[in-house]
């Protein structure tokens, strides 16, 4: 069964960094495209940062120059590195990826479970 795992959130203060990470496990033939994003209270989830296979970026306009995006192949894993946090930055970041599994046949689309970034001015 494949899943996705976050770990990294907690507390900043503004003009602060931190950095999130997010590793797939279970049984990966290959994976396409991984992303990270956000849903800030009373707001819907949006698209901060997303990585293909090849490495190629998009960026959420908010975000450019201070987030980066990054991924380890080998270890299946995509990295957030977040620099000079505001405090509209708070939200639940939830980690995608399109996996295909060893034994599917078609790309799923899966979530991880979201990790809390709060920052405080």
């Known amino acids: 069964q494949v899943q996705l795992v976050e770990s990294g959130g907690g507390l900043a203060q503004a003009g602060g960094s931190l950095r999130l990470s997010c590793a797939a496990s279970g049984i990966i033939f290959s994976i396409n495209t991984m992303g990270w994003y956000r849903q800030a209270p009373g707001k819907q989830r949006e698209l901060v940062a997303v990585i293909t296979s090849g490495g190629s970026t998009n960026y959420a306009d908010s975000v450019k120059g201070r987030f980066t995006i990054s991924r380890d192949n080998p270890k299946n894993t995509v990295y957030l590195q977040m620099n000079s946090l505001k405090p509209e930055d708070t939200a639940v970041y939830y980690c995608?990826?399109?996996?295909?599994?060893?034994?599917?046949?078609?790309?799923?689309?899966?979530w991880g479970q979201g990790t809390q970034v709060t920052v405080s001015s």
């Open positions: 995608n990826a399109y996996i295909r599994g060893l034994y599917e046949s078609r790309w799923l689309s899966y």
